[in-house]
């Protein structure tokens, strides 16, 4: 089991930048990938960026050279800077956590209740 809780989210006009924190608690021990989702009004739910343990990253083709995904793992915590910020990127913005693996029919996911950022012009 693991608990999230995302902070840092907010408004913010076009081009600028927000960091977005995400703390984890629990069984913080088991968690591999750390990742941000987002979900814009109207749209599905989409991956921004995800982070392994031992420091490998993915992106989304949209958050490419504009967001960055860190990690603390001392402090288990996942951070997303966001720069150069556009109005479709707007949406809550959701942390997940996901164990390497567990008994069979085990819940390996977990996600955050989300925050809201909002780009404007």
């Known amino acids: 089991q693991v608990t999230l809780v995302e902070s840092g989210g907010g408004s913010v006009q076009t081009g600028g930048s927000l960091r977005l924190s995400c703390a984890a608690s629990?069984?913080?021990?088991?968690?591999?990938?750390m990742a941000w989702y987002r979900r814009p009004s109207g749209k599905r739910r989409e991956l921004v960026a995800g982070m392994t343990h031992g420091g490998s990253t993915n992106y989304a083709d949209s958050a490419k050279g504009r967001f960055t995904i860190s990690r603390d793992n001392a402090k288990n915590t996942v951070y997303l800077q966001m720069d150069n910020l556009k109005p479709e990127d707007t949406g809550v913005y959701y942390c997940k956590a996901e164990f390497a693996y567990g008994d069979y029919g085990e819940n390996l996911d977990f996600w955050g209740q989300g925050t809201q950022v909002t780009v404007s012009s």
């Open positions: 629990g069984d913080t021990g088991r968690i591999n990938i």
